[in-house]
Nanobody, 121 residues
Framework: QVQLVESGGGLVQPGGSLRLSCAAS????????MGWYRQTPGEQRELVAT???????DYAGSVKGRFTISRDNAKKTVYLQMNSLKPEETAVYYC???????????????WGQGTQDTVSS
């Protein structure tokens, strides 16, 4: 069984920073793209940032220059450093990963449970 476990969310003041982590565990052969998405009540889940196994990154336009996605392949972990946070970025942040599972060697898409990040004074 494969799991994605997130950590690092919480409450921060406007202009502050948070660092999210997401670790994959289980019977894993390999991991392709990993990413972060966010969702607010009544809205669709939206892409925040992704990173390939080779380290190529992609960001939503609204977070470019403020957020940084990175990964540690040995630890099967993806990170999201969020700086200069805005109140409208209050959301549940979800980790996502494309994982080659063992023993089937099939590729499947996985989501974390989500972590609430609140930006408020």
């Amino acid at each position: 069984q494969v799991q994605l476990v997130e950590s690092g969310g919480g409450l921060v003041q406007p202009g502050g920073s948070l660092r999210l982590s997401c670790a994959a565990s289980g019977y894993i052969l390999g991991i392709n793209t990993m990413g972060w998405y966010r969702q607010t009540p009544g809205e669709q889940r939206e892409l925040v940032a992704t990173i390939t196994s080779g380290g190529s990154t992609d960001y939503a336009g609204s977070v470019k220059g403020r957020f940084t996605i990175s990964r540690d392949n040995a630890k099967k972990t993806v990170y999201l450093q969020m700086n200069s946070l805005k109140p409208e970025e209050t959301a549940v942040y979800y980790c996502n990963a494309e994982i080659w599972r063992l023993p089937s060697a099939r590729l499947a898409n996985y989501w974390g449970q989500g972590t609430q990040d609140t930006v408020s004074s």
